[in-house]
């Protein structure tokens, strides 16, 4: 006798292993993509939704940009592929440039890789490999944050903060990590509009820290300025400058990971110009290539870069992968910079966020909702979860919207919104009305 989900099983869902999916649910009742273009989506069965998250915060140009097909298209026509090491080819040098040109000043050199999880561990281990360059061997301690999210890596899952994303491996990760708090504190910041005044203090945590480990144990600290996966946590008002300082006067790193926040999510090119604080490093993916190719970055400032051009000559960091500047990936981020350079779309969300932040806090007072908060074009509505049952509510709303239209993305009882960047006004108020029809039932 078959079981209920078994009657309903698709022998040709079987093989297909989703990530972060409830797999038999799912396969109970698919979802299924068939097409893009500019803001929208469109189902197997036709339906067009309007894409209220930029893909997974990747498409920032909207989808189906001819610019980067095309460029793709002729990349693979004249080299479909390039080994990575000792070899070069030009757009490898052209888009490592490009990214130091937009990058905040004295980030200037450029390592590649193929995801953000990778990005993050490549981070990790050229700060620790900086610090033991420098004969300083024995900072190796790394810094994260609770609910943070910076992939799947083992370094990634080390000095994340998700605890579903530990637990399984929790004997195998990285021995030396520490977390700072979060910064979410709704008691006194709910409703907040973009940057929360309370909290600047919680990075005195790493105060706390270096004098419970000795700055001279610590290499780096990771933070992304915005967490994104966890349900958009703007940094309080002074945070992020004061974490700056402090890894200043104690020698550590400071990271940031901005793998969501970067190519003008948050109303400039990057959150670091945006908030005014430069990091060491800096970790990109997702909007690098319009979300098209796989690819990701690490940003590395001169000095940090500079100190492994010293010593013997002789590869100077043991890392890299077999499609780092993959010349595919490369040719899609040159065009998709093109496209966001052309269309403005890298400063685009200060200009709508005005408009974006009014439609988010409408939300405001309607059943269920604790809380509302949003900076560029990043939203976040924090919904009561329904006793007993942490993230139903979330994951109700969430199918919902999508019956109706617009695909938005759910993490617990939190629902994030962040669209492609070259979205329109009139789009803006039925991403928030549907929102807003599903929440009122
Ligand atoms: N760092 C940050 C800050 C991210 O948001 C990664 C690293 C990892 O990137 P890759 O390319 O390895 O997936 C991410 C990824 C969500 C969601 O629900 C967000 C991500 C991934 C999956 C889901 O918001 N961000």
Request: glycine share 10%; hydrophobic share 45%.
């Amino acid at each position: 006798m078959a079981t209920p989900s078994e009657a309903f099983r698709r022998p040709e869902l079987e093989a297909y292993w989703l990530p972060f999916t409830p797999n038999r649910q799912f396969k109970s009742s698919p979802r299924l993509l068939e097409r893009a273009a500019g803001m929208y989506y469109w189902t197997a069965d036709g339906r067009q939704i309007l894409d209220g998250v930029a893909g997974l915060w990747c498409v920032n140009a909207g989808h189906g940009r001819r610019e980067i097909t095309a460029a793709v298209a002729a990349q693979l026509e004249t080299m479909d592929y390039a080994p990575p090491f000792q070899m070069g080819h030009t757009s490898a040098f052209r888009l490592a440039n490009e990214l130091a040109r937009i990058a905040p000043a004295g980030l200037d050199h450029v390592f590649f890789t193929n995801s953000g999880s990778e990005s993050v561990d490549t981070a990790l281990k050229i700060a620790l490999a900086y610090h033991r360059t420098r004969g300083d061997a024995t900072r190796t301690r790394l810094i994260g944050r609770e609910r943070a999210y910076h992939g799947v890596g083992f370094g990634g899952i080390s000095v994340g903060g998700i605890a579903a994303n530990r637990r399984m491996w929790s004997g195998a990760l990285l021995p030396a990590v520490d977390h700072l708090r979060d910064t979410h504190d709704p008691a006194r910041n709910a409703f907040t509009r973009g940057q929360p005044s309370h909290g600047a203090e919680l990075a005195d945590e790493l105060e706390r820290l270096v004098a419970l480990h000795d700055a001279a144990s610590i290499a780096a600290v990771i933070v992304e300025p915005i967490a994104g996966s966890t349900g958009v946590l703007i940094p309080p008002r002074g945070y992020l400058e004061r974490l700056r300082k402090i890894c200043d006067r104690h020698g550590i790193l400071l990271i940031f990971d901005e793998v969501i926040t970067g190519f003008g999510r948050t109303g400039a090119p990057f959150a670091a110009q945006e908030f005014g604080v430069t990091p060491d490093l800096m970790t990109l993916a997702k909007g690098l290539t319009n979300g098209c190719v796989p690819m990701g970055a690490v940003l590395v400032s001169h000095a940090v870069h500079d100190a492994f051009m010293h010593g013997p000559e002789g590869i100077e960091l043991f890392h890299g992968y077999t499609y780092s500047a993959h010349p595919v990936a490369c040719a899609a981020a040159l065009a998709a910079l093109g496209v966001y350079e052309r269309e403005g779309l890298l400063t685009r969300a200060r200009t709508l966020a005005p408009h974006w932040e009014q439609a988010a806090h409408a939300l405001r007072g309607l059943p269920h909702v604790l809380d509302v908060r949003n900076y560029g074009l990043i939203a976040a509505v924090e919904l009561a979860a329904l006793p007993g049952k942490p993230g139903a509510r979330g994951f109700d709303v969430y199918l919902r919207c999508f019956e109706r239209g617009v695909l938005v993305r759910q993490t617990a009882d939190t629902i994030a919104l962040s669209p492609p960047l070259s979205i329109e006004r009139a789009q803006i108020d039925l991403l928030f009305e549907t929102l807003s029809a599903v929440l009122r039932g």
